[in-house]
């Protein structure tokens, strides 16, 4: 029931671009992204709605693909901030949110 | 405005010890949560609460018990802690009305049972 999350960890330098997927093997009704740096809580980035929604938070957006129960996070021009780990949360009709392993992003200057 | 606020910050237990960690939220919501954090495995749910008097299981509630008799706490018991539950452990809330809405986590609770 955990949705899977790839890569499970990614390096890159100031200025280039990623993208975090998320996916499920059974229906979606919403997908919610958090970041969390070392020894903090995780911070809510969006939450997407079935319906193949996209939203945007600064420069980082993400889309939901109800048909293929994905999601995908998209860090455009990542800056050293955006350094984190990256977690998808799926619910699936009740009242869970269950998260993924997560995706460790570290940036380099 | 505090938040959702986590007690203690640091505890360490021996196997077979029995403790209450604390959460506390003042925004009047009615979606609470708690999850264990563990290298490699993300988040795993362990109990939540869709209002005062409601509990549910997750995915991980072997050794836990909640409850929630108000809406601002909802205490997490270990009843005799093995060196499985050593974990950092976080409270979260929420608004409720659905669960989409943005989700508050406490600054987490690291457990150690020796």
């Known amino acids: 029931q955990q949705p899977v999350q790839s890569p499970q960890a990614v390096i890159l330098r100031e200025g280039e671009d990623a993208v975090i997927n998320c996916s499920s093997s059974?229906?979606?009704?919403?997908v919610h992204w958090y970041r969390q740096k070392h020894g903090e809580a995780p911070v809510f980035l969006m939450i997407?709605?079935?319906?193949?929604e996209q939203k945007g938070h600064d420069k980082i957006s993400a889309s939901f693909n109800e048909k293929k129960q994905q999601s995908s996070l998209y860090l455009t021009a990542s800056q050293l901030s955006y350094s984190g780990t990256y977690f998808c949360?799926?619910?699936?009709?009740?009242?869970?949110?269950?998260f993924g392993k997560g995706t460790r992003l570290h940036i380099l200057p | 405005n505090a938040g959702v606020t986590q007690t203690p910050k640091f505890q360490v237990l021996k196997t077979g010890q029995s403790m209450t960690l604390q959460c506390a939220q003042d925004?009047?919501?009615?979606?609470m949560s708690w999850y264990r954090q563990d290298p490699g495995m993300g988040l795993r749910l362990i109990h939540y609460?869709?209002?005062?008097?409601?509990?549910d299981q997750g995915e991980v509630p072997n050794g836990y018990n909640v409850s929630r008799s108000t809406t601002e706490d909802f205490p997490l018991r270990l009843l005799s802690a093995a060196p499985s539950q050593t974990s950092v452990y976080f409270c979260?809330?929420?608004?409720?009305?659905?669960?989409?809405?943005?989700?508050?986590f406490g600054q987490g609770t690291r457990l150690t049972v020796v």
């Open positions: 949360g799926t619910r699936m009709g009740d009242d869970k949110i269950i």
């Open positions: 997407l709605l079935k319906g193949g």
């Open positions: 925004m009047n919501h009615e979606y």
């Open positions: 609460s869709v209002g005062a008097g409601i509990t």
């Open positions: 979260a809330s929420s608004l409720g009305g659905g669960m989409n809405t943005e989700a508050f």
């Open positions: 059974k229906a979606l009704y919403s």
